[in-house]
T-cell receptor, first 116, second 117 residues
Framework: AQKVTQAQTEISVVEKEDVTLDCVYE???????LFWYKQPPSGELVFLIRRNSFDEQNEISGRYSWNFQKSTSSFNFTITASQVVDSAVYFC?????????????FGTGTRLTIIP | EPEVTQTPSHQVTQMGQEVILRCVPISNHLYFYWYRQILGQKVEFLVSFYNNEISEKSEIFDDQFSVERPDGSNFTLKIRSTKLEDSAMYFC???????????????FGPGTRLTVL
């Protein structure tokens, strides 16, 4: 069975600090997909990134970066120079290989608060 | 940019009543999903739907739940006899049929907050 663990329940940092959100996953499949979603106070789920298990290259998108390490089953998310608008709950999710209809298994989320 | 829409944004109902939550997936998407999030908890998978039939469902999705695609645009979730524990945010999601490459990204709607009294 697949499982996602986000051990950090809540994190608070002062604006402009860097922050890393941890995600550890479990799966028996060799082919799987990892995701990060952002849930701002308004409640919607905003897609941030998708990674497949064969692509361990780190990715950077503006202030966001992701570190995927299969050896430790981790897919961590770093925000550099944090801003108040980054305040949200962030969910890591896992999907095992399929053809478009595979469910997402979410972690419990990390509530990030950026203090101005 | 295309997006998933859901109506209503908030539904209040009495225990035992039937509710229908509506979703309009992104127009070229073929895979549809319902998830729920009890307040303060994680997002949980309910059901996936493709080609007018359920592909997979979770243990949560019991006989009280049903899904339907009544026309070419809407995707609905019906709860026949609501219980207090059905109170949650319900999210619809959709994904494009991938070109044989595996799981595609699911895009979520804004959610419907269901309150059962």
């Amino acid at each position: 069975a697949q499982k996602v663990t986000q051990a950090q329940t809540e994190i608070s940092v002062v604006e402009k600090e860097d922050v890393t959100l941890d995600c550890v996953y479990e799966t028996r499949d060799t082919t799987y997909y990892l995701f990060w979603y952002k849930q701002p106070p308004s409640g919607e789920l905003v897609f941030l990134i998708r990674r497949n298990s064969f692509d361990e290259q780190n990715e950077i998108s503006g202030r966001y970066s992701w570190n995927f390490q299969k050896s430790t089953s981790s897919f961590n998310f770093t925000i550099t120079a944090s801003q108040v608008v980054d305040s949200a709950v962030y969910f890591c999710a896992l999907s095992e290989a399929g053809f478009g209809n595979e469910k997402l298994t979410f972690g419990t989320g990390t509530r990030l608060t950026i203090i101005p | 940019e295309p997006e998933v829409t859901q109506t209503p944004s908030h539904q209040v109902t009495q225990m035992g009543q039937e509710v229908i939550l509506r979703c309009v997936p992104i127009s070229n998407h073929l895979y549809f999903y319902w998830y729920r999030q009890i307040l303060g908890q994680k997002v949980e998978f309910l059901v996936s739907f493709y080609n007018n039939e359920i592909s997979e469902k979770s243990e949560i999705f019991d006989d009280q739940f049903s899904v339907e695609r009544p026309d070419g645009s809407n995707f609905t979730l019906k709860i026949r006899s609501t219980k207090l524990e059905d109170s949650a945010m319900y999210f619809c999601a959709s994904s494009e049929e991938p070109p044989g490459q595996g799981t595609d990204t699911q895009y979520f709607g804004p959610g419907t907050r269901l309150t059962v009294l």
